[in-house]
């Protein structure tokens, strides 16, 4: 029976039933595998190698050696178990249990939320920071997409670029209602994506469409570099916890925060230039609306 089309929590049992017929080294990455689950799921065959000390080559072999067609499809199988155990009400539930725990709650949310951006200062790429400030600043009209949860950073860089002179095209919608707004795209723009924990089927369309008309593409994600990173020409890897907790959005929007701040520094003269010209705008509003009381 071909692993890759059966039930997504057969994955430990497909192990154990093969695991007297592994080599010593794929022993070594059953092992880990069946230990880290939760973030084995959302590496790289070459992040596994690389934990393992061994080759990447070694990995590919062990997932063909379970039925696999290769690593890729061994990993899709891991996620969809992961995500189906990992449920939106269980991470939350986990989150309360372990603030209750805490007693204050307020502070056991502020220590990991210094925690996450103590992390980030190690973490975060510059490269890829300044890639995406040049990106930003050349292109002159920029899509940004974030269904769901990341809404709230879709409206914040809208606002703030519009603000800045630039033109911005939010896609806060899945399915059709996106589609339209696509029929604009092209070379010359920009695609500043925004996806955590789970490739949704408009993601992928908003992505493959972007390749296919030459637009380029920044990624700000957590756990999803890894597996559609070849889609990005900038990865901003933004890691906001253990992916089974309920997440933070403090990481993804410190790093919009400086993204917007250094296109301000680099651009000064301009940026002042269009916020005097909204405050110009809101005097007059201020004025008008006084001569009707």
Do not use: W
Not at 22 to 51: M, P, W, Y
Not at 210 to 225: R, S, Y
Not at 272 to 280: E, F, I, K, P
């Amino acid at each position: 029976m071909n692993p890759e089309n059966q039930s997504p929590v057969s994955f430990s049992q497909l192990i154990s039933e093969r695991y007297s017929t592994l080599t010593k080294s794929e022993k070594r990455i059953a092992d880990f595998l069946r230990k880290n689950q939760e973030e084995a799921a959302f590496l790289s065959a070459g992040e596994v190698a690389g934990r393992l000390g061994l080759s990447e080559a070694t990995i590919v072999r062990f997932a063909r050696t379970l039925g696999f067609a290769g690593y890729p499809s061994m990993r899709v199988v891991l996620q969809e178990a992961f995500r189906r155990r990992v449920t939106h009400s269980a991470r939350l539930r986990g989150r309360l249990d372990e603030l209750r725990e805490a007693g204050d709650i307020f502070e056991k949310v502020t220590v990991s939320e210094i925690d996450y951006l103590t992390q980030a200062l190690q973490t975060i790429d510059r490269e890829a920071l300044r890639k995406t400030v040049a990106y930003l600043i050349e292109r002159e009209r920029i899509f940004v997409f974030g269904p769901g949860p990341s809404v709230s950073l879709v409206h914040m860089l809208n606002l703030r670029l519009t603000r800045f002179g630039k033109n911005v095209i939010p896609l806060t919608l899945t399915g059709r209602e996106t589609l339209e707004p696509l029929l604009l795209m092209t070379d010359r723009d920009l695609l500043f994506a925004i996806g955590f924990f789970d490739v949704n089927p408009t993601l992928q369309i908003v992505l493959d469409h972007a390749q296919e008309t030459g637009c380029p593409v920044v990624l700000l994600t957590d756990t999803l570099g890894s597996i559609i990173g070849d889609k990005a020409d900038v990865i901003l890897t933004a890691r906001r916890g253990p992916v089974s907790a309920f997440h933070s959005l403090v990481v993804p929007m410190t790093i919009i925060n400086t993204l917007l701040l250094e296109i301000a520094n680099q651009k000064l003269d301009a940026v002042a230039s269009n916020l005097d010209r909204l405050d110009q705008l809101r005097d007059r509003l201020k004025k008008t609306n006084g001569s009707h009381t």
